[in-house]
């Protein structure tokens, strides 16, 4: 029964989080600032959003063929349609069920490529790793770019919400948890899944150093999340209310609507609200702001939900059509 409860959970607080986000967007708007998003909409060039569905869809490819170089080492070699449609078939499952999709995923070439699920999962970390290395160097970036901007924007946070407090509220959580590992197998087992999580990331990531073809794993990498700060920008161009935007604010605005992926669904609510939140900051209109964040959302998903769909339905009747060969 509590296992069921915390399953639930799992799946009600990041909805809940993006439904609150909508709510909260909503309320800062009046009818006019409504009015406005909806013309944006309506007089939006769809030309630089479908130029940028295509340079999404690119890193999902590259993404699939990356894949292989991870499988390789292990005996196992995927076909690339395959990957293509496991690793769509995860996205969409993501929306549904958060953080789903990677055992989705390896569920999947388990059962028509005849790989162990615990492999598949285990090359899944290693790109999890790698992503999040990616994650980090862009956020270096940015600090270095926008550090005055950024600790600025820190500091204001600050008289909102007591830094110490907060500290002081960790150090005392941290030591909760320390005795309740000496005293609850449950909370040891909490505390061993974490450390298991990093462990993971750290051997995952070493994996790559044993490629025989690390430089093109690192190639496509790179392209990977080249591929999402352009498909961000060139989506920009769309909203013809938005001023021309420099480097440094889709930089910032790109990671920070990327971070929220990891909240809720897909970035549901959050993803438009932490672009016009980042946006603001450069004292850009919330208005066509909000107007892109919605655009740019709405566009990446509905290409998750169509290519996600067809790769559900398409993958068993590709590999039923191998099996009678």
Known sequence: ????????????????????????????????????IIESFANAEYSWVIFGVILGALSH???????KYLLEPLGYKISFLNSVMAIFSAYLINYTFPRAGDIARGTIVYKYEDIPLEKGIGTIVAERAVDVLCVSILIVIGLFINYQLITEKLYEASSFINLKLIMFSFIILGGILFLLSRKNSKSFRIISKIQTFFKGLYEGFMIIFKLENKWLFIMHSIFIWLMYVLMFYVTSKAVIELPDLSFSMILI???????????????IGAYPLAVQISFSWFGISSVSSLSFGWIMWTSQTLMIIIFGGLSLIILPFINNKKKIK
């Open 253 to 267: 605005s790109f990671i920070l609507s990327s971070l929220t992926i990891m909240f809720t669904p897909g970035g």
């Open 61 to 67: 490819l590259s993404r699939s063929y990356r894949w």
């Open 1 to 36: 029964m509590k296992i069921n409860f915390i399953k639930y959970l799992k799946l009600i607080i990041p909805i809940s989080i993006g439904i609150g986000c909508i709510f909260y967007s909503i309320t800062t708007l009046n009818e006019n600032d409504i009015n406005s």
